[in-house]
């Protein structure tokens, strides 16, 4: 059964008021408070109720001023949205709103100014060594084999002692491991360079032939955009409907984030040419010692509303969400199981 934000809201706010006035202990706690209950004097073992409730009872305290602190966030991200004249769609904590995506298979993007979003690497940088590696292991493997067949031929059609056959075979393949080694560091490495980028981009496109989740889950790992890597991919979005456009405006001094699922993401590139433009500079990168800096389409926009992103910002420990596309995609089971666990704040 799906579910809506205000009833989010609903469910947070009455979730948090039961929590201000008996905090929640977790799991973790709560083994911690028995183990300090364990006393063992005079080689007698029993429970020191005394010392246990003095872990819970610290534990509710700073539970109750995680609980305080987030309402004082609340009020300051409700305040600054006033003052935009935005009314946000519901406000959760953010440990609550992370386990709500995490549940529901939402990705938390963090688009800049340009609508690029931070994309993992990691890839690109195993692609880069792949090609390094296999330029390697073919211009050995392809001296072994021109010397083989060398020395066959010696051996079977010029008659030729097998002993003969085999220096002569293993020289012609060590000249022409030396013809290989002068055309790979032609111009600089050039040849070489440019060798290894085709391998380590045919590698890419072979890795990338999977699922679009399975390739999305590559480049955003954990759900979320990597903030440190230095790959970005541009978004593409349809525009948006009128109301939510206004809202955008008023916001767009705010470090606005999206929440979406893997069908709602597109780019304006394909996983490989990402990847690609990431080989590239990595090359380049090397070479010069300088650090360098397919939208997928559907049948209609109807199709691409239900998909629905959800746009929201973050104030310490508050997310306020001020805007959303369609049928919101959080399914009520887990909003309910999220604000009486102990990941609600």
């Known amino acids: 059964m799906k579910t809506s934000l205000a009833y989010i809201d609903e469910a947070v706010s009455e979730a948090l008021a039961h929590e201000k006035k008996t905090p929640s ?3 973790t706690v709560r ?6 209950g364990l006393a063992v004097v005079a080689g007698f073992s029993f429970k020191d109720e005394a010392a246990e409730r003095r872990v819970l009872d610290d534990a509710s305290a700073q539970r109750r001023s995680v609980v305080v602190q ?4 609340r009020g300051a991200v409700a305040a ?9 769609l519901a406000i959760v904590p953010k440990t609550a709103w992370e386990r709500i995506c995490k549940e529901s298979d939402l990705y938390r993007l963090a688009p800049d100014k340009k609508g690029e979003v931070r994309v993992s690497n ?3 940088r195993k692609s880069a060594s792949f090609g390094e590696t296999a330029l390697v292991c073919a211009a050995i493997g392809l001296c072994v084999l021109v010397g083989a067949v060398t020395g066959v031929l010696l051996y079977t059609t010029a008659s030729f002692q097998w002993w003969s056959s085999a220096v002569l075979g293993a020289a012609v393949g060590a000249s022409w491991f030396i013809v290989e080694a002068f055309i790979c560091g032609f111009n600089d490495g050039a040849v070489a360079e440019r060798l290894e980028r085709v391998l380590a981009k ?14 999305l889950h590559g480049l955003l790992p954990d759900g979320i955009s990597p903030g440190m890597s230095t790959l970005s991919a541009r978004l593409v979005l349809p525009q948006p409907p009128d109301d939510v456009a206004a809202t955008l405006l008023k916001a767009k001094s705010l470090e606005l984030k999206v929440a979406a699922v893997a069908d709602a993401i597109s780019f304006s590139e394909s996983t490989a040419e990402i990847y690609g433009r990431e080989i590239d500079r ?11 800096g397919p939208y997928r389409g559907y049948a209609s926009f109807e199709e691409w509303l239900e998909k629905c992103p959800i746009i929201y910002c973050e104030h310490e420990s508050a997310v306020a969400i001020i805007a959303q596309f369609g ?4 399914e009520r089971q887990v909003v309910d199981m999220v604000v009486k666990s102990e990941f609600l704040i």
């Open 327 to 330: 049928d919101f995609p959080i």
């Open 202 to 215: 045919a590698y890419i496109s072979y890795k990338v032939k999977g699922s679009w989740a399975k390739q």
């Open 25 to 27: 202990i977790p799991t």
């Open 122 to 124: 990691a890839m690109a």
């Open 70 to 73: 987030y309402l004082k966030h």
């Open 80 to 88: 600054t949205l006033n003052r935009l004249g935005i009314t946000p």
């Open 31 to 36: 083994e911690r408070a028995a183990q300090a």
């Open 282 to 292: 990595f090359a380049n990168e090397v070479k010069t010692g300088k650090p360098t």
